[in-house]
């Protein structure tokens, strides 16, 4: 890795794969999430209807690797805001690259966006990227889902199984679903809704030459998680249904 920025890459797909595979290889606990977490693993969306272009790379982070993430972003020359950060700093960071072409979004610990993800426990392993269970779930937990996410989300199931090994890095885990899904009914209930929505998408632009029919890959999970034990709050949530408004609508930070 350059220490002096000097070697930043100009394809911002290129440096997020750049940077994720170093944290991969200095064992700390940090992972690509978000649309270029997608390109990355997600052959079917780098061409046709889905492809788009990137502004923007996140990174999901454990509070022990903080610090040291943070240490790499200044090495690589990468400009914090620092009334931002000084802010957010215990839970979310902000970046950017020196000439202005991206910025780096970093969240610590959880996503909190519509819902809350925790992802403790979970930004190790081989992958430099975040596992697809979750981040599956951090594209559909967003109440006014874009097309974007939803496209990302229709090339995920395009080009991976579900699997029920929560260990299997390439294939999405339906244990993780489960548990995340059935302790909140209003995450559960988001969740849902937007699948739906990527059923839709796909009826009316599949792809062709993909690994799997995300409609039948949508149906196996509405009927995992209809199957998925649930908590008793999430039955007693469940009781109060739309009545009660079940997700968050955070505004869009200003940086």
């Given amino acids: 890795m350059p220490e002096d920025g000097t070697l930043i890459l100009d394809d911002v797909r290129e440096e997020a794969r750049r ?8 064992g700390w606990g940090a992972r690509l999430i978000g649309g270029l977490a997608v390109w990355l693993r997600c052959p079917s969306v780098r061409t046709g209807p889905f492809a ?3 502004q923007d790379m996140d990174f999901a982070v454990s509070s022990a690797s903080n610090l040291k993430f943070k240490a790499l972003l200044a090495t690589q020359g990468y400009l914090p805001d620092q009334f931002f950060n000084g802010l957010h700093g215990a839970t979310r960071l902000y970046y950017q690259e020196p000439a202005g072409r991206w910025s780096i979004d970093v969240v610590i610990d959880e996503l909190v966006m519509s819902h809350k993800l925790d992802l403790r426990g979970r930004l190790d392993g081989p992958s430099p990227t975040a596992t697809l269970a979750d981040i599956l779930l951090s594209k559909l937990q967003v109440w006014e889902i874009n097309r974007k996410d939803l496209g990302d989300t229709l090339c995920l199931l395009a080009d991976h199984a579900l699997t029920e090994d929560d260990a299997d890095i390439e294939g999405i885990s339906l244990p993780r679903l489960r548990s995340v899904l059935g302790r909140d009914w209003g995450f559960c209930h988001t969740f849902e809704r937007n699948a739906q929505k990527v059923a839709e998408l796909w009826a009316a632009e599949p792809l062709a030459g993909v690994a799997h029919d995300v409609g039948a890959q949508i149906g196996a999970l509405q009927q995992a998680i209809e199957n998925a034990p649930k908590s008793r709050a999430w039955r007693l949530r469940s009781r109060v249904g739309e009545r009660l408004r079940w997700y968050e609508t955070p505004e869009e930070v200003r940086h």
């Fill in 19 to 26: 940077l994720a595979a170093a944290c991969v290889e200095l």
């Fill in 52 to 54: 788009r272009s990137y």
